[in-house]
Structures are given as C-alpha cells and as structure tokens.
C-alpha cells in the first residue's frame, strides 16, 4: 500500500472495537489493536496464549511495556507510524517471565476521510520462547489464562507495613501469618474478571456476581498464601511481575499464578493477576458446560425454593477442626462463637431458582448472589444447627425458622438441608417450603379447639351441677353448725373457750374446702391457654371425683379406685385431664342409668405399660356400646343418647392425643364397657427430640 506519514502525536481516544472484534475472538493469529499512542485497545484469545498475559491487564498498557527492548520498541513503532505499514520479528515479555520472538505484521488503519485511526497487528510465534533459567519445569498452557483486575485500595496500610518490614530487611513470611492472609485477600475486590475465571471457580455467581466481592471468596484456599505473598511482593516493586506454582487445587494441574501491578500512577493500586493450567477433569470443557446447563435447567424448573450453597471454605475448616480434635462442635461453638460468623462470611449462595426469587420478592436469582447470612439474620441459632449437622457427617436437615424476604417481610419456612456426598463436597441444596400460611390456619385450628373444649366443660359443668352445689353445700353447712355451736358455748355463764377455739378451728378448715372446691369448679370453668406440667395422674383422679362423687352417691352406685403406687409423672395440663376423667366417669353413670341390671359399679385404676407409659382405666356396670358404634364412639357430634350433643367423647379424644397419648374403648365380657387412656411418662416426653429432623 502507498507510504503514509501519520503524525506521532494524533491518537483517536474515542476508538471503538465494535462488532470487528467478533471474527477476531476466534481467530487462531493473535490480533491486536492500538491507538496511535502505542496503548493496547483489544487483545484476542490468540494473544492471551501466545503471550500469556490476559486482555484485562493488557488492554490498557503501553506496548513499550510488553516489549524487551523498549529503545527498538520505539523505533519501530516510529517507522509504522511514517510508513502506515511495518513487518518483522519482535520480543515481547511472557507472563511467565521469559520472553516470547513473535512474527508480526502492522498496518495503520484509516477513517473515511484518510485520517489515522488505529493500528491492528496480526502476529504468530516465531519460535521457542525462552524461560529464566529458575522455571525450566513450567509450561506455558495454550488455554487462555483465567485472570483478575484487583482492587488494593482497602488493604493500602496492611501492604505498607508488609513493605516496611521488608525494606528493613525483618522479612514478612505471610505463611505464618493467616490473618494477614485473611486480611488482605478480604480487603481485596474484585473489579474485573474474564469468562475463564467466572468458569473456574465462580460457579453460579458469574462475572457479575463476583465483581465488587472479595477475592479471598473465591480463591482456592490451598492458593491463599500465594496470592497474597504475590500481591505483596508487587506491592513493593510497581515495575515487578512475581510468579509462583502452585500445588493441585482440584481445578487446575501445574497452576502458575502471575501477579503484576499497574505502572500507570492513577491506578497504583489496581493488582492484575493471571493463572495458567489445564483443568484437573478428565471430563471436556462441552461437557462440563452442558452438564452444568442441565443441572441448572432441572433446578429452575423445580416447583420448591431452592438454593445453591458452596461449602468448599467450611469443608476445609471442618477439616482442620477435626485434625485438632474437636468432635463436639456445638460444644466448640459455645466456647467460639465467631466460627458462625466466619460460616455465615463464607458459605456463599451461588444460585437460586425462580421459586426461591418469587420466595423472597427478589427481582432475579443475582439478588441471592452473596454470603448466606442474610438466609439466617431472622433465624440465628438455625444457621447454628445447620453447620452443627454437617460436621456430624448427617446428609440432611429440615426444621421450621423464620426469613426476611428482600421487601423486609417475616416468613415463616420450613427449611430442608441436603448436604453433599462425599464426591461432592463443596455444593450443598437448600430447599425452603412457606408455611406461613399453613401455620396461621393452624393457630386458628387451635383456637377454635381450645374454644371447643372450653365449650365442652361448661357442658359438662352443667351436668354436674346438683353434684357441684352438693360439694359446696357440705363445707357450707358444717361452717354454719360449727358458728352456731361456737355461739352457744360463747352464751354460757362459764364460757369454754378452748371449745370455741376447737370449733373455730373447723369453721376455718371447713372454709377452705369450700373455697378449694370454688376454685376447682372456676378453674375448669375458665377459659385459658394450656399449661404442661409434671403431674401425678392419682392426684389428678381424686380431684375428678370430687366433681363425681355425689352423682355417685346419690345412685347408690358401688365405686372401686385402685390407685398404683409409685406412678411415674406425666407432662400435661391439670384442668383438661380433669376434664377428660370426669368426662368418663360422667359417661359412666349415664351408662348404668339407662340398664336395667341389679349391679351398678364402676371400677377405676391406674397403672404403668411398657415402663414409659401411665394408664388410666374406668369399667361400668352398664350395657356396654353397640357394636356397629364402637368405631364411631369419638366422631364428633356422635351420640347415642336423645339429649346428647356427641362432642364430650370427641374433646377427650382431641386431648389425650394433644398429649401424646392414645385413648380406646371396649367391652367387657362381664358386660359393660372400658375406656382407656394412655399417656407418656414424663421422661419419656423430655426425651424427644425438640430441634430440627435429621437423616
């Protein structure tokens, strides 16, 4: 083409790259391009491997400083610029540390007025490139390296005090140091990073999920101290590149890290970090990609919440805890409770589908994109149980806790933890099911029972009531014959006091019967929430027959009590197991109203089954249940009788179960019928399990 002298000192800073870059991403020549000031525009895969360095710490730099010998640099690029054209051998710097003598071929690029508007260079290698002489092992892989743009701005005085010491010649061993490492990988952000690294470790997370977070969130920890050291070593010296291997992470074979810092003023504090390897699968990079495609498809289609967690940070902290010989973690945690913290910093969420999104309100799984912690910030101690389990080796967990969605809302879920297997360790499933709804229709369900057998005892009080005024009548009339006696003793000439004072000793005690008496009747009139207690089952009988005992009386009907000593306690509520016994015992006497035999008893027992179980047991002289109503007895608004309403039965059923207990009913050969009830004792209670299911 026609020589063209282009003034060195006309650059376009508005070039564009445009749609041209398209071909060029897949070419296998290396294609760059400049402005007329010699700065890197676009840098295409090709060169990423020839060169080794990565278009996000090229595009940028001056092409002086990827040049050998930056004096022939120079000159070159001057003879370009009068020429519009210039071809030849050139040497560049390797990521690695060598150089690279590449064939390379420039043109000047014109607009549509002739004016000079970029230059584009196609190169290829033009042989072996050189290495220094402490890297003969390292190969420079062909794959594009995986490579950060960091941001050290937040860890300024950590790096100026690492540099101090050095410069003093104390040394600054950071392998010694973990919360130097922790520190300053933390305090590190990511401002950039190209599709290879998104791929290599930001799993679900993507480019956009891991720009602005720290790297130390996604640095394998097996190359923490490395990186660090090389952000240091850069620290001290803008103008070096620091490269290490580094041991097999499990994502890449014969890794080299390579670290350099911007030499341009403005952004001293900008870090660009490179990384060559293969993969360390056997599996090919399609396949991988469309496996992950596929898993990804599965999970959003999914009708239930569901996040992704990476465990791979607490994997190797639990690992090293075990290695110290905690066993009991749940013990530790009391004694360190800023290991939840440090779970809740770095078990990250990395994808969540559409249900968990419409879940929490959010706008798109992104919005999940960050540490778990916000999961927990409603529910503290589940995040507790949850990391507990995982260290005991369990592959699930499900409990009910509360989470606040995006818009500030309280829900309440049921969440269900699926833990990896051993050959995954770093992905664990978390399935979250609203039951916000299901629990509000349940406390109502509640409610509305608690009103029923509220409903259920004034019943049962109406029933009772000749037998009620009967028992306040007694202590009643004995306060009144015991006054009157008093009063004539008092009357006499001599009065005798040491009688009155006997007399009036019983007028008290007869008092306080009644009043017992009041206070029963009130309490199993009142309407309250149940209160569990430890109870004596044969406590709670003989103040059921206080309501009973003058309806049995009054019917000359023969009552048997056989009490069992030593009856273990059980957890339950005092007035409603009153109320199921004198339920039954009332049940009982109307039995045997409406037979016509000779005999009329009752038998009532308690005992213990099975060594954890307290029974209780009333037998009646009636005629016994029809067979056809035996199944039917505890259906509510069932009965056998013309003014019954059918839900005594049914309450003490609801109850007895409400305990943990059962309740049956048969009849005896002998005649008659027996119900009876079990409940658990109270060891037996306090011994289930009170948190999460496990698996």
Known sequence: MAARRVPADQSDASWNVGSETELADLASESVMVFDLAGNIRYWNPASERLYGWPAIGSVGRSITEMSSNAELCVKQWHTLLQE????????????????????????????????????????QRAG????????PEINLHRQAAASWELDTSHVRPLLEAIGDLMSRGLGADLAQRPDWIDELLTGTRIVNVNERAAHLVGAHAGRAGMIGESVGAFWPRVGRAVLAELIAAVATDRSATSMR????????????????RSEALERSDTVFVAVNGVIDDDRSFWYLRASEERYRKMIHQLPTALL?????????????????????????LDDHPELLDFANGVVRVIDANQKAVALFNGTAPADFIRPVGFLFAASPETARRVIVARFEGRRSYSEVMKVRTFDGQILDVRVSVTYPGPQRLDVALIGLEDITERLRTERRL????????????????????????????????????NGETSLRWLSRDDPNLVKVGELTTRVVSSARRASDIVKRIRGM???????????????????????????????????????????????????????????????????????????????????????????????????????GDLDRIFDCFFT???????????????????HGGSISVSNCPDGGAEFRFWLPTQFARISEPTGGTYA
Request: proline share 3%; aromatic share 4%.
């Open 128 to 135: 072996k490139e050189r290495y220094p002489s402490s890297f």
């Open 245 to 260: 291997k580094v041991a097999p992470d499990g994502i890449l074979r014969d890794a080299v890290v390579t670290v350099w």
């Open 640 to 658: 056998t009788k013309d003014d019954g309403v059918g839900i005594g039965l049914a309450v003490c059923q609801s109850i007895i179960i409400a």
């Open 525 to 627: 009139a009142a309407k309250q929430e149940p209160e569990r207690l430890p109870l004596n089952l044969n406590d709670v009988v003989d103040e059921a027959l206080l309501f009973v005992r003058h309806d049995i009386e009054a019917r000359s009907i023969s009552l048997s009590v056989k009490l069992a000593a030593d009856l273990p306690a059980v957890l339950g509520d005092r007035i409603q197991l009153q109320q199921v016994i004198v339920n039954l015992l009332v049940n009982s006497i109307q039995a045997i109203d409406q037979g016509n035999g000779s005999l009329q008893r009752i038998d009532l027992s308690t005992g213990v089954e099975d060594g954890d179980k307290v029974v209780f047991s009333v037998h009646d002289s009636g005629l016994g249940i029809a067979v």
């Open 308 to 332: 992704q967690v990476d465990l791979s940070r607490m994997g190797q902290t639990f690992g090293e805890l075990k290695t110290e010989g905690v066993s009991d973690l749940d013990a530790y």
């Open 84 to 123: 519009g054209t210039w071809a030849g051998l050139v040497k560049r710097r390797a990521s690695c540390g060598g150089q690279v003598t590449a064939v390379v071929r420039q043109t000047v690029r014109c607009d549509a007025e002739g004016r000079p508007r970029d230059i584009v260079e196609y190169g």
């Open 446 to 481: 509640r409610q509305l029972e608690t009103d029923f057998t509220h409903a259920a005892r004034i019943s049962i009080l109406g029933e009772l009531a000749t037998s009620i005024a009967h028992e306040v009548n007694q202590p009643l009339s004995a306060i009144v014959t």
